[in-house]
């Protein structure tokens, strides 16, 4: 998917929304315990009932990884499910792989030659030759974290040297790559929606992954505010406050309402700013 088509898709469906499959059996609705398959089955009914909503899905893969075979033959079912149901619709691997060489272009045909995800999460911390591999990949997408919600993000992230944090070193560094003009996105927390104005200045043009909205309680029109450029540029990702809206059988339902009660929200943002 290109750039232009995922835009096409925003302006289509008035919606930034990326929904995160974070599968966790103890949490899914009792009455698909009993499925042979009940984790394809659980992201396969998520996926149907959210999908006039969102542009984006995001498994997460240690989610999967965790069951073992079974986890990873769901995941391939599910990707597999996205790609032929809903080809226009944007996939994420939330992989969050990092590392150099070889071991990285083997991690980047594994994710988009054999699973055919358009895109995958990578952390930076080994450099130019451990992100160059992924954006070495025509019409797939590096999303690299730069900014993230979590109590450990103040343990480095805001390390400064020289005047400068280094989340923004990475920003400002990682754009400068190989491929990085046309190819990578960045990750950044929606509870660090107040550094969003100047990631902004650092980063006008690209895409901004946002987890945190929901359940980690990230504030949608903080990060709108702050972080929507010409194009829109965002892609605001819900995970356990739309898949686990209910417990019950009406989960489906559920989560298409959470995932509608954010699209409208979306949608002011989108006519607010005059991009739809």
């Given at each position: 998917m290109t750039q232009d088509e995922l835009i096409a898709q925003i302006k289509k469906k008035q919606s930034f929304l990326c929904v995160g499959l974070d599968v966790d059996l103890d949490k899914m609705p009792s009455h698909l315990a009993s499925s042979n398959d009940s984790i394809f089955e659980f992201c396969q009914k998520i996926i149907d009932a959210t999908a006039p909503y969102t542009v984006a899905y995001k498994p997460n893969i240690a989610f999967f990884e965790a069951y073992g075979l079974e986890g990873w033959q769901a995941l391939e079912k599910t990707i597999g499910y996205l790609n032929l149901n809903y080809p226009n619709i944007f996939t994420i691997a939330d992989a969050k792989r990092g590392d150099i060489g070889n071991t990285a272009t083997r991690y980047a045909k594994a994710f988009f030659e054999q699973l055919?995800?358009?895109?995958?999460?990578?952390?930076?911390?080994?450099?130019?030759?451990?992100?160059?591999?992924?954006?070495?990949?025509?019409?797939?997408?590096?999303?690299?974290?730069?900014?993230?919600?979590?109590?450990?993000?103040?343990?480095?992230?805001?390390?400064?040297?020289?005047?400068?944090?280094?989340?923004?070193?990475?920003?400002?560094?990682?754009?400068?790559?190989?491929?990085?003009?046309?190819?990578?996105?960045?990750?950044?927390?929606?509870?660090?929606a107040e550094a969003l104005a100047d990631i902004r200045q650092l980063a006008p043009n690209t895409f901004l992954l946002v987890p945190g909205v929901g359940a980690q309680g990230g504030s949608l029109d903080a990060v709108a505010a702050n972080g929507l450029n010409s194009r829109c540029g965002l892609l605001v990702n819900s995970s356990r406050g739309i898949i686990y809206a209910s417990h019950g059988k009406d989960f489906e339902a559920a989560a298409a309402s959470e995932a509608q009660k954010l699209q409208e929200q979306m949608k002011s943002w989108l006519l607010q700013k005059k991009l739809i």
């Amino acid at each position: 998917m290109t750039q232009d088509e995922l835009i096409a898709q925003i302006k289509k469906k008035q919606s930034f929304l990326c929904v995160g499959l974070d599968v966790d059996l103890d949490k899914m609705p009792s009455h698909l315990a009993s499925s042979n398959d009940s984790i394809f089955e659980f992201c396969q009914k998520i996926i149907d009932a959210t999908a006039p909503y969102t542009v984006a899905y995001k498994p997460n893969i240690a989610f999967f990884e965790a069951y073992g075979l079974e986890g990873w033959q769901a995941l391939e079912k599910t990707i597999g499910y996205l790609n032929l149901n809903y080809p226009n619709i944007f996939t994420i691997a939330d992989a969050k792989r990092g590392d150099i060489g070889n071991t990285a272009t083997r991690y980047a045909k594994a994710f988009f030659e054999q699973l055919k995800f358009d895109a995958i999460t990578v952390a930076p911390y080994m450099g130019k030759d451990s992100v160059e591999p992924f954006l070495a990949f025509e019409s797939h997408y590096t999303i690299l974290l730069a900014l993230t919600s979590n109590e450990g993000a103040y343990d480095f992230q805001y390390h400064t040297q020289e005047g400068e944090a280094l989340y923004k070193k990475i920003l400002r560094q990682a754009q400068t790559w190989e491929g990085a003009e046309d190819r990578l996105f960045f990750v950044v927390g929606a509870t660090q929606a107040e550094a969003l104005a100047d990631i902004r200045q650092l980063a006008p043009n690209t895409f901004l992954l946002v987890p945190g909205v929901g359940a980690q309680g990230g504030s949608l029109d903080a990060v709108a505010a702050n972080g929507l450029n010409s194009r829109c540029g965002l892609l605001v990702n819900s995970s356990r406050g739309i898949i686990y809206a209910s417990h019950g059988k009406d989960f489906e339902a559920a989560a298409a309402s959470e995932a509608q009660k954010l699209q409208e929200q979306m949608k002011s943002w989108l006519l607010q700013k005059k991009l739809i």
